[in-house]
Structures are given as C-alpha cells and as structure tokens.
C-alpha cells in the first residue's frame, strides 16, 4: 500500500531538527533518540516510527487529503541507511573518535535537511540504484 509523501517529509524535518541540535550539543542523548526512531522506521515502515506516528495522529489530520503516493520501501530502506549513520555517531559520541561522531551525524543530517527541504531523498535514490542493479543481475 502506497504512503502519503507528505509524512516522511515531515519525518525528515522533525529528524533535521533533533540531529542539528544533537550536532551542536554533541548530545548523545539526542542521537540515540534518533537512533532509536530510525530503527523503528526501518523494521516496521516509515508509518511505525515516532514521526511517521505524530504525522498520522496530529499533522495529516489538519491537511487535506494526500495528492500524491509512493512506495513505502524506499523510505524505509532510507530509514535504515539513517540508522546505520546514526549508530555510527552515535558510536562515536559514547566511545571514540568524536570525528565519527561528528561526521557520521553530519551526513544524516545534510541527507534528513535535503528531503525535509528540496524532496529529495539520498537513501530512496539509493534504494532504486540497487534495485535497479540487482534486476539487472538477475
């Protein structure tokens, strides 16, 4: 079943939020939270995590009705690149080298402020070249 696109936008800006503030602070706190939400949307879909709820139950409900739809596989298999920058991160803010740290939260978050801003987003584009690839192999 197709997504309301307008959701994992929104779950974009929320994310681009929460890592520039984490970036700023160093907080490892923050990043876990990020963390953890990422995890959330990579196993059960954009629509189990944290924002994909808040979207669903506090956001959509004051839009209109969606004009447009994906597919739910590209953002979720963006939600697990995100979670692999995020553990790394975060691996770097509790245990070392804080250039980790540093540069694996900024990358989430240069990927989370061009989907949140421009729609466009890295991991989708990334699933599809994948796609594409192993079609292509078979």
Known sequence: MDIDVRGPRFGAAVTTAVLAVGLIT?????????????????AGGVGRSP???LFRTVVRPRLGPPTEFEAPEPPRFAQAVGLLFAGLGLVGYTLGPDWLGLAAT??????????ATFGYCLGCEMYLLVRRATVRAE
């Not at 900024?106 to 989907?115: D, R, T």
């Open 51 to 53: 924002y994909g709820w």
């Open 26 to 42: 160093g907080s490892a706190w923050l990043l876990a939270w990020q963390t953890l939400a990422f995890a959330l949307g990579a």
């Open 106 to 115: 900024g990358a989430a978050l240069a990927a989370a402020f061009l989907n």
